[in-house]
């Protein structure tokens, strides 16, 4: 079965940093497009950033300059640097692999910035 963890959310202070992982089993890891989103109280999922099966990225504008996505594909694991933390990054942050017609998700690891 598909399975996609998240791990490393928690509290963080303002200005602070964090990383999350997401630990992928039961797919081709190396050929999928994993992608970071989130989701903040009372909004919409949103994109955070993709990196693909060659190690491009791209980033939502608002997250540019202080998220950083990457992958261990040895390990099977994508993981989202995140630095420079805000408030407004308060969110549950969802783990996502796609690969044409394939797209899975995880259960959410939850990222509370606060002082």
């Known amino acids: 079965q598909v399975q996609l963890v998240e791990s490393g959310g928690g509290l963080v202070q303002p200005g602070g940093s964090l990383r999350l992982s997401c630990a992928a089993s039961?797919?081709?890891?190396?050929?999928?497009?994993m992608g970071w989103y989130r989701q903040a109280p009372g909004k919409q999922r949103e994109l955070v950033g993709r990196?693909?099966?060659?190690?491009?990225?791209n980033y939502a504008d608002s997250m540019k300059g202080r998220f950083t996505i990457s992958r261990d594909n040895a390990k099977n694991t994508v993981y989202l640097q995140m630095n420079s933390l805000k408030p407004e990054d308060t969110a549950v942050y969802y783990c996502?692999?796609?690969?044409?017609?394939?797209?899975?998700w995880g259960q959410g690891t939850q990222v509370t910035v606060s002082s």
């Open positions: 990196i693909n099966s060659e190690g491009s990225t």
């Open positions: 039961g797919i081709i890891f190396n050929i999928y497009t």
């Open positions: 996502n692999a796609k690969y044409f017609g394939a797209n899975y």
